[in-house]
């Protein structure tokens, strides 16, 4: 999509053409709901946001390349730990907020029609803070451990028995929380009616269901990664060492 050339298209034509352009004028503070009649220049006069900004920002969301087609199986594993913090993490620390800003207006706008609202925000809340200490433990233990084996097995040094006493442990862990979060998910998924929004919903009920929908897709790829790639991979890292008698 060319930003910078639609010059005449409306903040509500942006979002309605990708659910991630709201995610944009949230961060501008920029209503993209009551007011999405607007350009960008317009809803940007008197707010002293340079509209260059605003758009430079919308083509580095919507312009963003899916990673389908990457093959993460022949990555090395500080790589992949890597990768997965900086995309995955990140991604779920920054949707975080927004979702939780989301579903609290819908449920004080809404809640009293779609009493459902209340239960979809509280399963999120709690994946949100669940998640949090997840990730946490992940880039503190976990990953940590991983790069070690790494590094133990480029340059062939002697490695510290961990603390957990096999990465078995913290795997068996993340993966038990993992598969609580597919559980959580899929009762939202329930609750949503596969994401999908009811006759009578705004621009930001149809934004947070497009939303939650990307961010149970992003969980999918996230789990898939550590628990079919990089879980494994430390495994067998593991059990190299230990044959060697380290």
């Known amino acids: 999509m060319n930003i910078m050339k639609n010059l005449n298209q409306t903040i509500g034509e942006y979002v309605a053409q990708d659910y991630r352009?709201?995610?944009?004028?949230?961060?501008?503070?920029?209503?993209?709901?009551?007011?999405?009649?607007?350009?960008?220049?317009?809803?940007?006069?008197?707010?002293?946001?340079n509209p260059a900004e605003v758009r430079e920002a919308l083509a580095a969301v919507l312009n963003e390349k899916s990673d389908?087609?990457?093959?993460?199986?022949?990555?090395?594993m500080d790589l992949l730990a890597d990768y997965i913090e900086k995309k995955h993490h990140?991604?779920?620390?920054?949707?975080?907020?927004?979702?939780?800003?989301?579903l609290n207006k819908l449920c004080?706008?809404?809640?009293?029609?779609?009493?459902?609202?209340?239960?979809?925000?509280r399963l999120f809340s709690a994946s949100a803070g669940d998640l949090t200490a997840h990730m946490k433990?992940?880039?503190?233990?976990?990953?940590?451990?991983?790069?070690?084996?790494?590094?133990?097995?480029?340059?062939?040094k002697s490695m510290d028995v961990p603390h957990f006493s096999t990465v078995k442990n913290p795997i068996q862990m993340m993966m038990s929380e993992h598969e609580a979060e597919g559980d959580r998910f899929e009762k939202i998924a329930q609750l949503t009616n596969g994401y999908t929004p009811p006759a009578d919903a705004c621009n930001t009920y149809k934004v947070t269901f497009a939303l939650l929908d990307e961010f149970e897709k992003d969980l999918h790829r996230h789990i898939h990664l550590e628990n079919n790639i990089l879980f494994p991979n430390a495994v067998k890292a593991e059990c190299t060492v230990e044959a060697i008698g380290v």
């Open 90 to 102: 990140r991604y779920v620390e920054a949707r975080i907020p927004i979702l939780l800003q989301y």
């Open 21 to 49: 352009a709201a995610t944009v004028f949230g961060s501008f503070k920029i209503d993209f709901c009551c007011k999405g009649n607007r350009t960008i220049e317009e809803a940007c006069e008197g707010k002293n946001i």
């Open 108 to 121: 004080k706008v809404h809640g009293d029609a779609h009493p459902e609202l209340f239960d979809i925000y």
């Open 68 to 76: 389908g087609d990457i093959d993460f199986k022949s990555w090395p």
């Open 137 to 156: 433990k992940e880039e503190l233990i976990l990953f940590p451990y991983v790069r070690k084996m790494v590094k133990y097995h480029q340059e062939v």
